[in-house]
Nanobody
Framework: QVQLVESGGGSVQAGGSLRLSCAASGTTWRPNVMGWYRQAPGKQRELVGTMTTGGTTNYADSVKGRFTISRDNAKNTVYLQMNSLKPEDTAVYYC?????????????WGQGTQVTVSS
């Protein structure tokens, strides 16, 4: 069973930085895509950003220039460096991994980690 374990959430003042980590275990298949989504209270879950094994990234417009995703493919780990944080970045952040086995794709999600940005 694939598990995604997140770490690094917490509370920070506006303008500060946090780094989230997410390690995938329980699979011999390298995730094709890993990334992050977030969900603020009363809102739908939204994309933060993703990265393929080849290094192609995709970011939400709201975080471009402030957040950076990186991966350690050997460790099946993805990171989210968050700089210049704003109160509107407050949310539960979820790690996600998409793994293709032969011709079928599977989505996996972490349990979420809280990020709180105070003004």
């Amino acid at each position: 069973q694939v598990q995604l374990v997140e770490s690094g959430g917490g509370s920070v003042q506006a303008g500060g930085s946090l780094r989230l980590s997410c390690a995938a275990s329980g699979t011999t298949w390298r995730p094709n895509v890993m990334g992050w989504y977030r969900q603020a209270p009363g809102k739908q879950r939204e994309l933060v950003g993703t990265m393929t094994t080849g290094g192609t990234t995709n970011y939400a417009d709201s975080v471009k220039g402030r957040f950076t995703i990186s991966r350690d493919n050997a460790k099946n780990t993805v990171y989210l460096q968050m700089n210049s944080l704003k109160p509107e970045d407050t949310a539960v952040y979820y790690c996600t991994a998409y793994i293709v086995v032969v011709t079928k794709g599977y989505d996996f999600w972490g349990q979420g980690t809280q990020v709180t940005v105070s003004s």
